[in-house]
């Protein structure tokens, strides 16, 4: 298994900048993506959270598996952190966010009321990894598109502040990786899913990585993307190149290995989670 790393200047920064930036804050608000929540669960956040306030989101929630995203869920409610299961794309369960935020802030709003104050602006940050749909909740959240949106990572390399019209204060950060992947699965789920630039890694590898995880859990999924016989096949780089002359692409199987990565990402293999609680 070849080793996959990406963690350029920017995102060292921005751990920085929100590091500084974490004694104005009321909330922290992680995006996770929801089909491998553990994968996608930056493990520096954990040493800024201190004793913030903490929502979890499972973004993308229409994409996974559903009976394994209400699973997390209860994980995490069992921890104390409050989750919620999001469609950003959609404009999902908006409403039910804003109430998390001002449930969580609420001893700090409840100390400002006895003060005399009067709708009290909430400072909330939202982080999560690149490619998680973080500026896209961020645009629903404010009701209107000032966070740039891609479906590569890398495309928020600055932090602003945004306003809303539910009194919460948004700090819009860029998507944060760590600096290695203790485990490599989390490195090969990550590029799978689109949080790693294609560039620093062979989509091959990927898909081989994702072949055996579909074996084993979804591999009525598998069968139906492959149109082939996946049985058939001894080995997964015999089913990678009968897939890529299936689909007309000949013996290009890098370029079918990207192809599959892409369709994974868009839910053309169905609603797929490769991270259990």
Known sequence: MATIQWYPGHMNKARNQLQEKMSLLDVLVEVLDARIPLASRNPMINDLIAKKPHIVILNKADLADPKITESWINYFNKQNT???????LHNNNMKRLFQLIKQV?????????????????????????????????INRLVGKNVAEVGNRPGVTKGQSWLKTSENVQ????????????????????????????????????????LIDLLKENYPKNLATFARVAVDDYASNPELLLAMTEKYGMRDDYDRFSLFMLQQLRKGKLGRISLDRP
């Not at 409050?82 to 950003?88: F, N, R, V």
């Not at 005399?116 to 909430?122: E, K, V």
Request: with cysteine; hydrophobic share 40%.
């Open 170 to 209: 948004i700090l819009d950060t860029p998507g944060i990786l760590w600096p290695k992947f203790d485990d490599q699965s989390v490195g090969y789920k990550l590029a799978a899913f689109g949080a790693i630039k294609e560039t620093i890694f062979h989509a091959d590898d990927v898909a081989f990585y």
């Open 105 to 137: 802030a609420k001893p700090k709003l409840d100390r400002l009321a006895e003060k005399g104050a009067s709708n009290p602006t909430i400072r909330i940050a939202l982080c999560g990894i690149p490619n998680c749909g973080k500026s896209t909740v």
């Open 82 to 88: 409050p989750a919620i299961a999001m469609d950003s």
